[in-house]
């Protein structure tokens, strides 16, 4: 009895050894791999005698950290005031004026593709090594998202003046992604007579109330793209607002409220019905639907971005949509006569949600960056930019599930 439990403990302790083995290879492959990124080669790079804030240029420079002092990073160019570096994919900039430059030979990395974003509740520090008693590289400014090109055991790694920077995974949390929000049809609750892809006035009103209270900062399409391809620092509590179809009850209801609380929108515009009416047309809240004209597009453009929708593909044919019936060539034809209503369209929602790899080839051909679904669920960097999950916002939905899901905490099964 003795010597059958003896034999299964060093059964035991030799599969324990096994897996150990196996592991650490596995570290050490994962490891080497990764340190092939890096090449060496004569840059010019700046050494800063005192901490500078970094600034990401958007519509205007914003602050997104600071890095350190005595630290070399690779630069890229520059002009009378700025040096420009690289934050991952994205170009970020350096005052001038208290930096030494230099160009020698030095290991830097190729390592851009984002592999994810975190989010930091808090100024968080960037560490040259995997390591806490290392040499501080950057701080990450609190409230942002940043992309990360690498994950490491505790750390997540991003990529700073063509060096790599350890964030420790107990500063940050990982990034769910962006929520993204669509709406079709607004009307006064007195007036519904269906809840289907309709809200209410009032509820619309109250969601929007809530996102401007909480400093939300809504994102146009090309900002939204950018952030997907990790070339885009943004706000924790960024969010996109969609819209289907170019109803005219949108011009109604929700343009003076999201103009009133500052707010932007996407309007994603089947163009053959635009112009159905005559222009200067009158709202009827109590009859069938009405679209918008040429007029509305120009008038609207400041809170509005109109984006693609097809030409004529938005009907279904025994609960299927026609698109997917349409060959691929058919579907480039219908989208390039769509975007010359919407020329500056850089995203398309699927009519009705329904796509298939014909749809979505069809998109990339003829330029298109961005495809919606019906989906729902956060628009991160995991999925494909022509499979953006979104939150179908309607009367059913309650005002505790719009909250959970903009503040990032909706869970689906």
């Known amino acids: 009895m003795m010597r059958k439990v003896y034999i299964n403990g060093l059964l035991l302790v030799g599969l324990v050894i096994l897996i150990i083995i196996i592991y650490t290879k596995w570290i050490s492959i994962e490891t080497e791999a990764f340190a092939q990124g890096f090449q060496a080669e004569e840059r010019e790079f700046i050494i800063l005698q005192e901490r500078q804030p970094i600034y990401m240029k958007d519509m205007t ?41 230099e160009k020698k030979k030095i290991m830097t990395s190729v390592h ?28 990450l400014e609190a409230g942002y998202r940043y992309p990360v090109v690498q994950e490491e055991r505790d750390w997540y790694i991003v990529n700073i003046g063509e060096r790599l920077g350890y964030v420790s995974k107990q500063s940050v949390a990982l990034d769910e992604g962006l929520p993204v929000l669509v709406y079709h049809h607004i009307l006064p609750k007195s007036l519904m007579k269906t809840t289907a892809s309709t ?42 607002i969609t819209f289907d179809d170019g109803l005219l009850s949108t011009k109604e209801y929700a343009y003076p409220i999201l103009k009133q609380y500052g707010l932007t929108a996407i309007q994603h515009i089947i163009s053959s019905r635009v112009n159905r009416a005559q222009e200067g047309q009158v709202f009827d809240a109590e009859g069938p639907l009405q679209f918008f004209t040429n007029s509305d597009l120009i008038e609207l453009a400041d809170v509005f971005q109109f984006e693609a929708h097809t030409y004529d593909l938005h009907s279904l044919n025994e609960g299927i949509g026609i698109a997917l019936e349409r060959s691929e060539e058919e579907i480039i034809m219908d ?17 009705y949600g329904h796509y298939n790899e ?48 903009v503040n990032g905490n909706m869970i689906w099964q």
């Open 61 to 101: 420079f914003l602050k997104i950290g600071e890095i350190e002092a005595n630290q070399p990073f690779a630069i890229i160019g520059e002009d009378e005031a700025y040096y420009e570096l690289r934050l991952g994919k994205m170009p970020v900039f350096v005052r001038k004026g208290q930096a030494i430059v």
């Open 112 to 139: 851009t593709e984002q592999h994810a974003a975190i989010k930091t509740q808090q100024k968080t520090i960037v560490y040259d090594e995997a390591n806490l008693q290392s040499a501080k590289l950057m701080y």
């Open 199 to 240: 809200i209410s006035l009032e509820a619309f009103e109250q969601q929007m109330d809530y996102l401007a209270d909480n400093k939300f900062k809504t994102l146009t399409a090309n900002q939204f793209y950018d952030y997907l391809e990790g070339r885009l620092v943004v706000p924790t509590n960024a969010l996109l």
């Open 335 to 351: 989208l390039q006569h769509n975007r010359q209503q919407v020329p500056d369209a850089i995203s398309l929602a699927y009519p």
């Open 358 to 405: 014909e749809f979505m080839r069809a998109a990339k051909e003829v330029g298109l960056l961005i495809a919606f679904t019906t989906v729902e669920g956060y628009a991160n960097m995991n999925a494909s930019n022509y499979e953006v999950c979104r939150f179908g916002m309607t009367e059913k939905k309650s005002f505790e599930q719009f909250t959970t899901y």
